[in-house]
């Protein structure tokens, strides 16, 4: 009997539409699929979670403005802080003390969990500070939003220190172009995807000359239509996929599901869990598909795609301004950006936390512990750091 090898599909980081129009169609027409979703898992969720793009844009309730008197208090905390000597791993809620302004960030830690998903807060005044006080601020202020802060790199730095803040920059004009391996660190389109860890929090210090839109979707409405439509790619998604370790000889991949479904329990509803970026199925610039794993199959091709162009189809885009910051909820939301165009004093700079708050925090997946443990474990005062420029990322793991 001849062996059959089995071989990577034609799909890119970039999504191309009619491969994925071409793939759907020759896959209904040759395979028999799965006409109902796994057993036990919802034909369709309802929830506030549940939200489509075109609706959101319509309303602004999803912004936060700071008034005067709040901005002085963020302002009197900075002074607070800076007071204490301490190193920047130990501002929280208490050395970075907001007592009128806590219970409305906790309000809204609440609507990230449990409502809608996400929300802006808008108007620091970024200008008005160095980068060391606006990096302070942003952290200070995040705490009260989640009080855990999570690492940026896969592990610690050779002296035992992890960042826990990240610049999000282009960095194609001061790094050579084969040593970048995430899309963040260059000007390209960002495909929609999820991070690790629970929340994704972004604050704008600059936006660019043009482009670099923020665009986000939620997972949910994604996964109601699939459900309904295709509900054959909901099996593909809940099982084990083969994500690259890019060349980690310990790790060449490991094997999760992308989809996760969490029944409702007698404190939690009902809940379904999208994990995944694009690039770890398909490689990016300096980081290709590695050859020496197994590759993905014709319905993994077309469920990445499905989950794309459905994001996309269905998204919101938020007018992200200088002194913004987005919080989201990376359970059940997905996120991109447009590409941009940098010039001079008008270059596209976010800073990026990634946060847990323990109050709320949704169960985490079985299969995504150990990517969760890399991300948030025992993350000690002594051992964050908060680079005040860019530096190029490394994985923080499948």
Known sequence: MATVTLTQPDIQYHPDYEKYKQRSLRRKETESLPTTV??????????????????????????????????????????????????????????FSLPNLHPILRDLSREIHLGRGFFVLRGLRIDAYSREDNIIIYTGVSSHIGNIRGRQQNTRLANGTSPVISHIKDLTSTVEKGKIGAPSNTADKQVFHTDAGDIISLLCLNPAAKGGESHISSSWLVYNILAKERPDLIHTLSQDWPVDGFDNPKKPFTTRPLLYHQPATASTPERVLIQYARRYFTGFLAQPRSTNIPPISEAQAE?????????????????????????????????????????????????????????????????????????????????????????LRRNIGS
């Open 38 to 95: 796994p057993a036990g898992f919802p034909e369709q969720l309802s929830s506030s979670l549940v939200w489509e793009g075109k609706d959101v844009e319509k309303r602004d309730d999803w912004i936060y403005h700071l008034n005067d008197a709040q901005l002085d208090e963020i302002d009197a905390a900075l002074h607070s802080f800076k007071a204490l000597n301490l190193p920047l791993g130990a501002i929280n809620q208490s050395t």
């Open 303 to 391: 469920a990445l795609d499905a989950l794309h162009f459905l994001a996309e189809e269905h998204s919101a885009s938020l007018d992200f301004q200088k002194g913004d910051v987005q919080y989201v909820n990376n359970l059940s939301i997905f996120h991109a950006r447009n590409g941009f165009v940098d010039a001079p004093g008008q270059e596209r700079h976010l800073l990026r936390l990634w946060l847990r708050d323990p109050e709320y925090a949704w169960e985490t997946p079985a299969p995504l512990t150990d990517r969760w443990d890399t991300v948030y474990k025992d993350v000690t005062v002594e051992e964050q750091t908060f680079p005040l420029d860019p530096i």
